[in-house]
């Protein structure tokens, strides 16, 4: 199973940005499908984006989309959310997830990913 290791979390001002990191363990880190989920108090853990394989599909979720984007590096195992004009209802712990499952199989799932990391903090000032 695959490990999962967020960073870049932390306090920003709204209207700023953040980019958060997830670094993967295992030699199969480009087989699987990564995503971004987030978790705010009091509520529950919602999709925020995923990324395919190869980075060549990707999907946002409609409060984040044009603000946050996905990327990933399979060269460094790790897969990226760059989060600019950040509001303070983007406040939340932030989850990187993955899956090995294909891509048109966990868009199906509704994202329902089977390997988590333990989270990175992001608070957005008003």
């Known amino acids: 199973q695959v490990q999962l290791v967020e960073s870049g979390g932390g306090l920003v001002q709204a209207g700023g940005s953040l980019r958060l990191s997830c670094a993967a363990s295992?030699?199969?880190?480009?087989?699987?499908?990564m995503g971004w989920f987030r978790q705010a108090p009091g509520k529950e853990r919602e999709f925020v984006a995923a990324?395919?394989?190869?980075?060549?599909?990707?999907s946002y979720a409609d409060p984040v989309k044009g603000r946050f984007t996905i990327s990933r590096d399979n060269a460094k195992n790790t897969v990226y959310l760059q989060m600019n004009s950040l509001k303070p209802e983007d406040t939340a712990v932030y989850y990187c997830?993955?899956?090995?499952?294909?891509?048109?199989?966990?868009?199906?799932?509704?994202?329902?990913?089977?390997?988590w990391g333990q989270g990175t903090q992001v608070t957005v000032s008003s």
């Open positions: 997830a993955a899956d090995l499952r294909p891509w048109a199989m966990v868009i199906k799932s509704r994202f329902d990913f089977d390997s």
């Open positions: 295992g030699r199969t880190f480009s087989r699987y499908v």
């Open positions: 990324i395919s394989w190869s980075g060549g599909s990707t």
